[in-house]
């Protein structure tokens, strides 16, 4: 999303990056056309203070917590700044974290964004957008032909809607990921053939399906840095298993998934990528 703001958004200065590892942000910037596109802030309160428009992109609820809590710190204050915040979290940690920062004198947008690292990479994401119309259109700018190829706005409904349809479409990722494993597993054990599999995903299902496909078959999963590690799916579907329950909804699918994730995440660690690996977790379970 950084190299596509950079690259894209005509901006008035460098934009300025905090990350946890400096020597990604060292790599970044070098690979952006150095400080005079991507300033390194040494940390977070440094980052919020030189900056109108702050971006945060984390792991989890706590993580951002966090965070916006030390940027809400800093010395100059935060009257005027509005937070967009892309990370994947609960509702209730959303509307509670945009009504900090408004009580704080900025302004807060969610905007969770849909897309895998390849998409984010090419400006490719699926951003949702929610909280106040004025809030939602100064984000806007940096949405279509920027970051995505398309925006979902939710403007003037609370924050914490943007991040309930994150989490709910998350489920769709993770039914179809158990539902391809299945079919995969399903078509090795009767002969049919993961390649006609793949052929049938192809003509009927393209895009995400036959994507995630490819990924089972090809072994793209062994990979150092995953796609969708399992600790972020895992957080997910407990995420969406808790908000179900709180509304009487039995989401058992997302159930199903989230054993296997649990197996997965004793084989793999937290970090094992998502998609073949429960699809291996399946063929051994299914064998005669």
């Given at each position: 999303?950084?190299?596509?703001?950079?690259?894209?958004?005509n901006l008035e200065a460098s934009l300025i990056i905090f990350n946890r590892s400096v020597e990604r942000s060292e790599v970044l910037q070098?690979?952006?056309?150095?400080?005079?596109?991507?300033?390194?802030?040494?940390?977070?309160?440094?980052?919020?203070?030189?900056?109108?428009?702050?971006?945060?992109?984390?792991?989890?609820?706590?993580?951002?917590?966090?965070?916006?809590?030390?940027?809400?710190?800093?010395?100059?204050?935060?009257?005027?700044?509005?937070?967009?915040?892309?990370?994947?979290?609960?509702?209730?940690?959303?509307?509670?974290?945009?009504?900090?920062?408004?009580?704080?004198?900025?302004?807060?947008?969610?905007?969770?964004?849909?897309?895998?690292?390849?998409?984010?990479?090419?400006?490719?994401?699926?951003?949702?957008?929610?909280?106040?119309?004025?809030?939602?259109?100064?984000?806007?700018?940096?949405?279509?032909?920027?970051?995505?190829?398309?925006?979902?706005?939710?403007?003037?409904?609370?924050?914490?809607?943007?991040?309930?349809?994150?989490?709910?479409?998350?489920?769709?990722?993770?039914?179809?990921?158990?539902?391809?494993?299945?079919?995969?597993?399903?078509?090795?054990?009767?002969?049919?053939?993961?390649?006609?599999?793949?052929?049938?995903?192809?003509?009927?299902?393209?895009?995400?399906?036959?994507?995630?496909?490819?990924?089972?078959?090809?072994?793209?999963?062994?990979?150092?840095?995953?796609?969708?590690?399992?600790?972020?799916?895992?957080?997910?579907?407990?995420?969406?298993?808790?908000?179900?329950?709180e509304v009487g909804v039995d989401l058992q699918i997302v159930k199903v998934a989230r054993a296997h994730l649990e197996e997965l995440e004793?084989?793999?660690?937290?970090?094992?990528?998502?998609?073949?690996?429960?699809?291996?977790?399946?063929?051994?379970?299914?064998?005669?």
């Amino acid at each position: 999303m950084v190299k596509n703001i950079v690259a894209k958004a005509n901006l008035e200065a460098s934009l300025i990056i905090f990350n946890r590892s400096v020597e990604r942000s060292e790599v970044l910037q070098a690979s952006l056309g150095g400080p005079d596109k991507l300033s390194i802030a040494d940390s977070i309160e440094g980052a919020v203070s030189q900056s109108d428009i702050i971006f945060t992109s984390l792991a989890g609820d706590a993580s951002v917590v966090e965070v916006i809590d030390k940027a809400l710190g800093c010395p100059n204050g935060v009257k005027g700044k509005l937070f967009v915040e892309t990370s994947t979290i609960l509702p209730n940690t959303t509307n509670t974290l945009a009504e900090k920062v408004r009580c704080a004198g900025g302004e807060f947008v969610a905007a969770p964004v849909f897309g895998a690292p390849a998409m984010a990479d090419n400006g490719k994401l699926v951003v949702v957008l929610a909280g106040c119309s004025a809030a939602v259109d100064r984000v806007i700018p940096y949405c279509n032909g920027i970051i995505g190829r398309a925006t979902i706005d939710l403007r003037d409904r609370e924050p914490g809607t943007a991040t309930l349809l994150k989490v709910t479409g998350n489920t769709f990722v993770l039914s179809m990921v158990e539902a391809l494993a299945e079919g995969h597993v399903f078509a090795e054990k009767t002969g049919l053939g993961p390649d006609v599999l793949h052929t049938f995903l192809e003509a009927m299902f393209p895009g995400p399906f036959a994507a995630y496909s490819t990924r089972m078959m090809g072994g793209d999963y062994m990979r150092e840095q995953p796609l969708f590690s399992v600790d972020l799916a895992r957080k997910d579907a407990n995420h969406a298993v808790n908000l179900a329950d709180e509304v009487g909804v039995d989401l058992q699918i997302v159930k199903v998934a989230r054993a296997h994730l649990e197996e997965l995440e004793k084989e793999a660690g937290p970090t094992g990528d998502l998609p073949g690996r429960v699809y291996r977790i399946l063929s051994s379970s299914y064998r005669p």
